[in-house]
């Protein structure tokens, strides 16, 4: 799984952890994408990203666990790696940290933050 972002509406804000997270004025959320080459889980990925959005460390946020199983999460997304060869589309979108995360087949993690969260 992997993806690249499209430069021409989306800008870099942030590096943390060595991978760039983006921002999409118009839509106002957060953008960042995980390689089939990363050894970090996407439950990591999502984590670290969310906490640099928010500006805390990952410990403050509330636990993955309370809004999705972050073992069945890393499956889906290891399972949509497996079949690469063939054109897999899909999503997953869920609640976390006041903010509603999709997470899609070819690796792009969009952060749209609830409005009143801030």
């Given at each position: 799984?992997?993806?690249t972002a499209p430069t021409d509406r989306l800008?870099?804000?942030?590096?943390?952890?060595?991978?760039?997270i983006y921002y999409h004025d118009r839509a106002g959320t957060y953008h960042v994408w995980c390689d089939e080459a990363d050894y970090e889980p996407v439950s990591l990925a999502l984590l670290?990203?969310?906490s640099s959005i928010r500006g805390v460390e990952p410990?403050?946020?509330?636990?993955?666990?309370?809004?999705?199983?972050?073992d069945a999460l890393n499956a889906l997304i290891d399972h949509w790696r497996a079949d690469r060869p063939h054109s897999v589309e899909g999503s997953i979108?869920?609640?976390?940290?006041?903010c509603?995360?999709?997470?899609?087949a070819d690796g792009?993690?969009?952060?749209?933050?609830?409005?009143s969260a801030g």
């Open positions: 799984m992997s993806g800008t870099p804000v942030d590096d943390d952890g060595g991978r760039t670290v990203a969310v410990e403050e946020l509330e636990p993955l666990s309370e809004r999705i199983d972050p979108s869920f609640s976390f940290a006041d509603t995360v999709t997470i899609s792009e993690i969009v952060i749209d933050p609830e409005p």
